[in-house]
């Protein structure tokens, strides 16, 4: 059997190479996101930045420690608590202690994110002067880099400023040093400090009261501390939902190739059977082909795989979705992985498409090799079914159980892989009905370039189905992709809407990350500038903080949940919150408002939380609100969120009172300080309305473009597959008075056919598996939002394969009319 297979790849290689490039290409795309995804997996140590020449950094706790029955579990504060005096004072009795102060600045004509912190701790990143000199007096400022010159004057939200000297900017941080004074009266709480002393004396004095962090731990103090880890956990998922849909797309493309190359040679499988091959050789022969196929296309794919991950991770980096410290690593699993799976997908595929050609007796295997009776197979149909009531059973039982889950990005990626597959199982059965719906028309048209490419299509079914797979899977990807985006945008956008009732907001000028995640302090608008909107005539006003809380879910899951705090006198006024049960008048400092998500969500019982700054309380529960898209978060009152500063004041103009003598007044209010702005109702919808993440939304493009590149080469390659095995059929059409534009015009209307054919069933896909979407938003009692399918990227999509397959087909057919055939 190797050494006919052997044979069999010299004299019909023309046959296999379409089956060796879809593997090829395949093994190579798993090969890239393998080593992308084995990189994104490992960040490196970082060094400290801000305090990397400090002795010892004491910082306050920011996280949450709670015992379990499995071992403690632990959270990010949202808003950690200041180191006690008294410790302060027993550390000063050790060295010198230097308090670090960080605080938003906000400077009209400056970068965003400036931070404000004492001119004594520059010396410990280390910054070192420039230009100038040291501030001394208050209005004295140093900045860094070169967005500024020394004897400028800045106007900021705590007054102006002059710049006195300036430092190189290290990178990491917009720092504006102050005195030391001043910054005290800017930020009077201490959360972090430098101490000059023997770090085991330190530990021992401050005990359980702040953490003590030397050598490389110190990092923990720089601001955002976790960002690179964060990085790569979104690099992580980017990589891992591409490399899933990869995996999927060329699995499924060659499978589909290698059954197409195994069902050309139907004439051939019959000769061998009627020569005396028994089914077996038959099998073990097609085996053996795939086995070398296999072998050598996977290799190939393997190394074009190693030259193309290095331009990806390139393409990441200079995108700005990685560090720039990014690369490739030594894994060679991803290699491994990626090999065997082709390997695997090659015999896999040629083993299916094979069974039924070895078990075809000799009397009936030229009837059969001849034409396309049966194509839908019993072991087909079962396997197709089998898909598509497992969808279905799945789609139910996510609806029936856990709706939410549908509007996650790892479901809505994966779902419509499952019925894709079943629609590509049972395609047989549904392009012949299809191809007549669509060429219903042409055929009656003069001419015989409609009729035959109708009978064409209709009697060709595996070549139609083979041609027509991977414009299903380019459609139904785009569709279910960007359209659960653009649904759950949409919903998101509508619940916004309700809940916001309010006729101007007022919000920071510029906005930073939470203290918790930074390692800085947050912003917020100052607090003479929330009394003097309070104080604004004709105007309720409410303002609000964002906090967290922390409840422990089946004893052993510490669960973070966003909240905010409000007074709830206020809070009815300027927010519409979709309350499912009890009312939020009965909110209270010994109550506490959560949705239907939290495992207790009973009205009138008690639940532990700590909030967040770390305190434990037991607060009852006074209203529930139903789950919606997931922006229902937590409500508590001011006194549960102690240091949260005011991040958002909702205004309501009062009855009889003028709007636009309002506006003027919150205007006046807060102009001077570059800290704040206010927005009417529909100018805050627009500037936080739901919009994709630029990672998602680049990582999904990737998907998209990974899998119409593929796709495309997969058509293509098949297209010249079909059209190298027709030339019998075209001198049949030449001989029977068709001219040869006669012939390039009925290859382009097939493909057109078989095109808009894949297309209507990925559309149809999408439809499905945005249905199931849309119907778990009703059911989380969401706003209603209609299934939003992407129009313009689905006719973009079909129109590229479209292009893409009139011209393969009439280039391919070009070169076979050219051959000189005989009858």
Known sequence: ???????????????????????????????????????????????????????????????????????????????????????????????????????????????????????????????????????????????????????????????????????????????????????????????????????AAVRRTVGADADVLTGDARRRADPDPDRDTEALTALNALFGTAGGVTAFVSVFVVASTFAFAVVQRRREFGLLRAAGATPGQVRRTV??????????????????????????VARVVDEGLAPAWFGLGPAVWPYHLAFWTGLLVALCGAAAASWRAGRTAPTQALREASADSGPLTPARRVCGAALLIAAAVLLGHALLTDPGDLLHRKTYVSRPMLLISALALLSPALLRPLTRLLTALPARLPGAVGMLARANTGASLRRTAAIAAPVLVTVALTGSLLGATATLDAARAAELRDRTVADFVVVPATGTAPAAATGEAADGIDAASVERLRHVPGAVVSPSSASAVHVLEDGVALVRSEARAADPRLLAATVRLPVAAGRLSGLDDDSIVVNEEWETHTVGRRVQVWLGDGTRRSLRIAAVLSTGTGGNGVWVTPANAVGAPVDRVDVKVAAGADATAVRAALRAAVDGTGGARVLTRAEWLDANGPRTSRTTRLGLLLVLGIALLYTALSLANTLVMGASERVREFAALRLAGATGAQVLRLAAAEALTVVAAGAVLGALTAVLTLSGMTGALRLLSAPAAPLALPWPALGAATAACAVLAVVTSTATTAVVLRRRARA
């Not at 906000?106 to 000199?133: D, N």
């Not at 085996?287 to 030259?307: N, P, Q, R």
């Open 287 to 312: 085996l053996a082909e795939a086995l070398l196929v296999g072998v050598l296309a996977s290799a190939a794919g393997c190394a074009l795989g190693g030259y193309g991950a290095p331009v990806l």
């Open 1 to 199: 059997m190797l050494t006919l297979a052997l044979r069999t790849l010299r004299t019909r290689w023309t046959a296999f190479a379409g089956s060796f490039v879809a593997l090829c290409l395949g093994v190579a795309l798993m090969t890239v996101m393998g080593l992308a995804l084995a990189a994104s997996l490992d960040a490196p140590t970082r060094v400290p930045e801000r305090f990397a020449a400090a002795p010892v950094v004491v910082t306050a706790h920011d996280t949450v420690r709670v015992p379990t029955p499995i071992g403690p579990r632990t959270g990010r504060l949202a808003h950690p608590r200041p180191i006690p005096e008294r410790t302060v004072a027993a550390l000063r009795a050790l060295g010198t202690v230097t308090v670090d102060r960080s605080f938003a600045v906000h400077a009209r004509g400056g970068p965003a994110g400036l931070v404000g912190h004492p001119w004594s701790t520059a010396r410990f990143a280390p910054y070192e002067l420039t230009a100038g000199r040291a501030p001394h007096a208050d209005g004295e400022v140093v900045a860094a880099g070169d967005w500024t010159a020394v004897g400028r004057r800045l106007r900021t939200g705590h007054g102006t400023v002059r710049v006195v000297g300036t430092v190189r900017a290290l990178g990491f941080e917009n720092p504006l040093f102050y005195p030391d004074a001043q910054a005290a009266r800017l930020a009077p709480a201490t959360t972090r400090l430098v101490v000059d002393a023997d770090p």
